[in-house]
């Protein structure tokens, strides 16, 4: 075998599917539902070694290794999961799922619709956080797991697991919350809608029916991706990374790409054209702006929190203006507020929101820290 | 007369045409041009209070007053053009220009070529920033203005005011460079970037050629303002405007617009698709990305402010982060290090970069003061 030292390896998705119709927030429901997931180390005895993973926009179930040897890459989280890294596979059982909506697996936008045999495409209802958190729910108990030892999420899965430590509070010990935030702002909800009307706009849309009708919205989702890259780096880290370097070296007064920015950008476009399904992008940036579990409290975050049981860890980074460390301020405050317990981590780091994907040595340090606290059990 | 009192009233555009081939940057050349412009007050004996105005991406020559007294909006800059405001037109002849390239008059992509009878389209030459100012000094010479007292721009308008310095270093006394940067970082390549793929990706662009063929990228010129649009903001300005409010005070589950910065950016893209023209929207941000003086000096901005002979005057604005304050400093220490008076302010406000539009007291006061001195002929 010839994978890093420091990886779980070669894993293999799995999948549990549940026969019993799934009631979403937005009041429609789906008569059936499968979830893929990956595990990584061994589930203790007493079952006290659980680790939930939540994924972020684009991410999935694959967190950490490899599918086979040829492999050019590992999971997107390889940085933080495995042995002697932070989530540490020698210590935890864990479990790494692809919500519903999402288009790797597990029910979503891509699948079939038992009710008319075709891809639900647009069909497929909108889905919120607080549908996730209650599909993870459905998944521990198939799993046997009734307390987990940790979830954690950055981003979009930071959002996920300050839901479930809302809904379940009994149900996990530490809740950690990396580059996330308690709403998004205008600004971000802006740049979503930008990124949608981009892929409504496509006409190879088709009003979401694109598969049926054999064609993929690709500029729509390319010019989605490309805006949302640059908003994950920071200036400084795109600064550092690209500069004004000419790609020909020379400009060539015209429209073709010049810099190296932009032949980046198109790249990232071109590639996420082919991984990803225009109307699971919709339904995660919608899952995004909705969120807001403060709303249905009068606005009142420390009033969400009350409920809240588990210790939390929030981490920030100081380069990423999208879910800047304001927004996890606001999260360690509300928890302060509320009579949690709290440890909070501000990582001075340059590259941007993409900073919790990274091997930043102060993050890695302060990350392991906390996860080594968590493998104690409680007296 | 219903207009206010601190304005200059009704104005009327006039127009230079220039018979001469003009040849830019990129080697090509038109075989001959029309400059609009407007001027408010009146020009002294000795054509010494003569100040010129530059306009950034989507401004034009009519930087104030009103074309009638139905009009419901001033022109672009009426904060701080008019009787008794920092350009005051009781004091100055302000000239302000419309840029070639650009879709109001001056010669552009919506002119006809008269080589072929037709709109140029984007047989458009690509305009650079230096290509501008080479038409400012014409128009000056039309005039009769051999110097400026000063030459002001915001923005792409401080690019103008800087390239003005270097290459005609004697035709200006003052240098007013606001909110501006030496040259643009990859991020706002970036953005940029993403702004001219919605355009050249949607179908009704044709190659440019949508004029001709009677259609209108409508939908890639809405995208690109609704990103423009989202960075002129600070997210703080976007949490103030508009917060997470709802315009139904509900959520749909859908992807019509549901929030408040949904509806003012679809609002604020479907108005500029009425007055703006594609070619020109790619053009100009092309002129962005392009503009580098310290290019030609081996990348050092010191050797190329070296040769101005202007007083510069710079501002920023603190929640700007498109064209951050740290853009200014650079601009600021080249200055210094060329041994250049030069004087700066970097004002708190929270507007982000369209700041420089807006009536912020300290940023009137700090303006009207270094134009006061604008004002006192040199001994």
Redesign the interface.
Known sequence: MSFPQQSVGLVEPQSAHFDQPLTL???KSIPEWTMVYETYGTLNADKSNAVLICHALSGDHHAAGYYAETDKKPGWWETCIGPGKPIDSQQFYIVSVNNIGHCKGSTGPTSINPKTGKHYGPDF??VTVKDWVKTHKKLSEALGIQQWAAIIGGSLGGMQVMQWAIDYPNDLRHAVIIASAA?????N???N??A???I????DFRDGWYKEQGVVPK?GL??AR??G??TY???NA??Q????ELREGK?N???NV?????SY?HYQGTQFVDRFDANAY?LMT?AL??F?PAKTYYNDLVAAFQHIQAQSFVVSFTGD?RF?PERSHEIVKALVDAKKEVSYAEIEAHQGHDAFLLPIPDYIAVFQAYMARVAVLPA
């Open positions: 927030e937005c009041g209802p909108i709403k998004l702002s205008a600004q909800i802006g740049f809608e930008v949608r009307q981009a409504l706009s496509d006409p500029k390319m010019l490309m805006l890259h640059i780096l920071s200036d795109m600064r990374k690209f500069g004004r400009i007064y015209g429209f010049e810099f190296q920015v932009e950008l919709l919608k702006d909705y807001d203006w800047a």
